[in-house]
């Protein structure tokens, strides 16, 4: 399997496994819990931020084969992130709750392979955005 395939496979098993209420949910739960700095870059009703992230894991991981094509808008939103004061290193927070909150949404399913093709998929992502600023 590519890891494009496993990119794919991984949110598949996270949508199939408990859905993508429970990882959103849980996702937020998780970042302000580990890294409770963050919360306060959030609003306090999160309803449309947890569309915005979904819109955006979406995009991100069924156009992964065009990430290159996906540049311009991930820079865009780099900027953004950046207009709201959120730290670069934060971005490595980002990563190691989507990781540990894909491993939950799966029910511990996820192989230590797709953690990692995960992982580095974000990081990828991350990459990008960071170049913005």
């Known amino acids: 399997m590519s890891d494009i395939e496993s990119i794919k496979s991984c949110w598949s098993k996270i949508k199939a496994t408990k859905g993508i209420d429970f ?3 849980h996702f937020y739960q998780h970042m302000f819990n580990h890294h ?15 569309i915005t ?14 990430i290159e094509e996906l540049e311009e808008e991930l820079l865009s939103l780099g ?3 950046k207009n709201l004061n959120i730290k670069k290193e934060m971005f490595d ?28 998929a974000f990081r990828k992502v991350s990459d990008i955005m960071l170049k913005a600023y």
Do not use: C, R
Not at 53 to 66: A, P
Not at 93 to 100: L, Q, R
Not at 105 to 114: I, N, Q, V
């Open 23 to 25: 990882f959103v949910e």
């Open 36 to 50: 409770p700095d963050t919360q306060a870059l959030f609003p306090k009703d999160l309803a449309q931020q947890k």
């Open 53 to 66: 992230l979904l819109t955006t894991l979406d995009n991100v991981i069924n156009g992964f084969e065009y």
């Open 79 to 81: 900027k953004h992130h």
């Open 93 to 120: 927070d980002f990563i190691s709750t989507i990781v540990s909150v894909a491993n939950l949404s799966s029910d511990f399913s996820l192989t230590k392979k797709e953690l990692t093709v995960w992982e580095n």
